[in-house]
């Protein structure tokens, strides 16, 4: 989402927000969901390095679209 490699998606690139970030990654999460997959595991693991780091915070997706550890 953020750090030195850049990809569409990324915060602060092509006019994405962190909240549009947040956003894709639950649409995602809802389509992989509703799918019936059981062989994903959803870790949210930023990567703050970079120019222009992101405030991480504001980009979690919420306790319920992860795996891993809270912020």
Known sequence: MSGNRRFPWS????????????????HVHDIVTRAGATNVTWVWRPNV????PVPISESYTGDDYVEGLNP
């Open 11 to 26: 915060a602060q690139l092509n006019g994405n927000s962190l909240a549009d970030y947040a956003a894709a990654w639950r």
């Open 49 to 52: 390095s970079g120019p222009t």
